[in-house]
């Protein structure tokens, strides 16, 4: 069983940044990103990083502005926000699910992951 537990969520101002943390324990060959889900709108895969950091994966509305990074000996995954928006503001998931190859590391599949964690809350205010 794998347990994925966030922090780093916060209130900011538009052009602010945050970082998100997400340590995992249990499972091995993970997966492992974001997606988040704001009231009333579907959820959006945002990041993912595969096991061995090779493939990282961004959807379009926050390449560039956003960065993920992965420590494999604290089996920990960052999430660095910068240049956040008003529209970035959601409730972020970290999740997570078995790979066996790193190109089916993909952030939209974390949508439907194995594993999430219990989410952290990221507001923008304009």
């Known amino acids: 069983q794998v347990r994925l537990e966030e922090s780093g969520g916060a209130s900011v101002q538009t052009g602010g940044s945050l970082r998100l943390s997400c340590a995992a324990s249990g499972g091995s060959d993970l997966c492992m990103g974001w997606f988040r889900q704001a009231p009333g709108q579907e959820r959006e895969g945002v990041a993912s990083?595969?096991?061995?950091?090779?493939?990282?994966n961004y959807a379009d509305s926050v390449r560039g502005r956003f960065i993920i990074t992965r420590d494999t000996d604290k089996n920990t995954v960052f999430l660095q926000m910068n240049s956040l928006k008003p529209e970035d503001t959601a409730m972020y998931y970290c999740a997570a699910y078995g790979v066996v190859r790193s190109f089916n590391c993909r952030s939209n599949s974390l949508k439907s992951a194995t594993y999430r964690g219990q989410g952290t809350q990221v507001t923008v205010s304009s």
């Open positions: 990083i595969s096991p061995s950091s090779i493939a990282v």
